[in-house]
């Protein structure tokens, strides 16, 4: 084998391996680009999720918010009537 059929084959070899690691670095490509789109599915999901336990956290807030007010209501209608037994029972004993 002679020195340009050396140089031939050399370069024939390089030019495999360029290819198969051009070949290699776009399956890595490919691979990461269907990671990263899985992981923003993933992320989207998540962030619905959020909202929607951020909606029903208002809402919790919200109703907890009426039953405060209702309990302060009950807690003076409760006050009122105790009074009110007091002073019947004020007016019994005379």
Do not use: H, P, W
């Amino acid at each position: 084998m002679g020195l340009s059929e050396t140089q031939e084959l050399y370069t024939g070899l390089n030019c495999v391996l360029i290819f198969l690691a051009k070949q290699e670095a776009e399956d890595q490509m490919q691979r990461v680009s269907r990671q990263q789109m899985a992981t923003e599915g993933i992320v989207r999901q998540l962030q619905l999720k959020e909202d929607d336990f951020n909606e029903a956290l208002a809402a919790k807030d919200s109703q907890l918010a009426v039953l405060r007010v209702r309990l302060q209501e009950v807690d003076q209608e409760l006050k009122a009537k105790k009074v009110q037994i007091d002073e019947l029972q004020l007016q019994k004993e005379q």
